[in-house]
């Protein structure tokens, strides 16, 4: 007797955008460019650019909830929020993002040496607010000095990739009584913990960031389509001052149009000189 099963197949047509950049800038010319080509894919690409946090090893094995490196981006969003946009790219492919969690741990007075404030995680959103998975993967804010949580929006977390854009506000970050993200007390720390909901996989990405959601000490927001066959060059600015208290890695450019995996995030290191 033979078993037969359908099976749907809905091919992806994906980019190629390939990044590039010299590796340092100094502080007499802090300005250089990050070349963006897409020479390789049949499809445009739209490159998105990040200020690189953190950066992680590759564990064993191909679990999806595997970091490879996180960044983050900000603007204005109305008269009183900023946008804080977290980008967390993983080493594997997933199929739904919402069989993983990001856990991103926020300080927001790291002059009072006194614990992490907020906690950013994105998780599914039937899951932490119905108790029943829905496999839409939403961006949640707890506080570590108060119950409850907040989300206004869902992630951005496409379907067979590895990079989850993680939205939040900055009135989530700023509780009545608590520790305030605002224009006058604008720096951050952030470090990070992921977790597959299906295993008891656990990935305690290394390191601690350093972030200014209203005046970023590296370009960061840019958002550049690059049709195929196109090529272009954006120019990435280290503000000296800024750096000095809130220095990043680099740059990070997210291509969710990119084949899954180290292809979809470029983590382009950067440093500042003399």
Not at 157 to 174: G, I, K, N, W, Y
Not at 201 to 228: C, E, H, L, R
């Amino acid at each position: 007797m033979t078993l037969r099963v359908p099976y749907y197949l809905v091919p992806r047509a994906l980019s190629g955008v390939n990044a590039t950049m010299a590796t340092f800038v100094t502080t007499g010319s802090p300005t250089t460019n990050a070349n963006l080509s897409n020479s390789s894919g049949p499809t445009t690409g739209n490159a998105d650019f990040y200020a690189w946090g953190l950066n992680d090893i590759k564990d064993a094995g191909t679990n999806p909830a595997d970091v490879r490196g996180i960044g983050v981006q900000s603007f204005p969003f109305n008269a009183t929020n900023q946008l804080l946009v977290f980008a967390v790219n993983t080493w594997n492919r997933w199929s739904n993002a919402a069989t993983n969690e990001f856990d991103i741990r926020v300080d927001v007075n790291p002059a009072a040496n006194d614990g992490d404030d907020y906690i950013i995680v994105g998780a599914d959103q039937g899951a932490v607010q119905t108790g029943t998975f829905n496999g839409r993967m939403a961006a949640f804010v707890f506080s570590t000095h108060s119950p409850g949580a907040s989300v206004n929006f869902f992630a951005t977390a496409p379907t067979d990739s590895s990079t989850a854009l993680l939205p939040v506000l900055s009135s989530q970050l700023c509780r009545a009584g608590e520790p305030c993200l605002s224009g006058a007390n604008p720096r951050l720390t952030y470090h990070a913990v992921s977790f597959d909901v299906t295993s008891n996989f656990v990935d305690v990405v290394a390191g601690t960031a350093k972030y200014n959601a209203y005046s970023s000490s590296i370009t960061q927001g840019d958002f550049v389509t690059v049709p195929q066959g196109a090529s272009g060059a954006v120019p990435i600015t280290i503000t000296p001052a800024e750096w000095a208290q809130t220095p990043a890695l680099g740059t990070m450019i997210v291509t969710l149009d990119n084949k899954a995996g180290q292809k979809e995030a470029a983590l382009l290191p950067l440093q500042l000189r003399p």
